[in-house]
Nanobody, 119 residues
Framework: QVHLVESGGGSVQAGGSLRLSCVASGSDTDIKRMAWYHQVQTRELVAAISRGGAATYADSVQGRFTISRDNARNTVILQMNSLKPEDTGVYYC???????????????WGQGTQVTVSS
């Protein structure tokens, strides 16, 4: 069974930085897409990265956040700089993993980590 475990959330003042980490365990196949989502009311994509390292970002975090991954360790990192109060919310790690016996792919989520940015 696949598990995603996030760490690194916390409270910081505006302009500060936080680093979120997510480790995936239990996968029998290579993890394809990994991503971070931000939720206040709805869950919105923050950044995503392919297995090959191609990254995409939401416009609101472009230039401030950096997503990276270590395929050997099944880890994805979100470096968040120049944080703003509107970045406050719960951040969820996501992984898309192929089924080893079919063409299906499954989405897995972490439990979420709280980020609070004060002005």
């Amino acid at each position: 069974q696949v598990h995603l475990v996030e760490s690194g959330g916390g409270s910081v003042q505006a302009g500060g930085s936080l680093r979120l980490s997510c480790v995936a365990s239990g996968s029998d196949t290579d993890i394809k897409r990994m991503a971070w989502y931000h939720q206040v009311q709805t869950r919105e994509l923050v950044a995503a990265i392919s297995r090959g390292g191609a990254a995409t970002y939401a416009d609101s975090v472009q230039g401030r956040f950096t997503i990276s991954r270590d395929n050997a360790r099944n880890t994805v990192i979100l470096q968040m700089n120049s944080l703003k109060p509107e970045d406050t919310g719960v951040y969820y790690c996501h992984a898309r993993i192929p089924d080893p016996y079919s063409v299906q792919e499954y989405d897995y989520w972490g439990q979420g980590t709280q980020v609070t940015v004060s002005s």
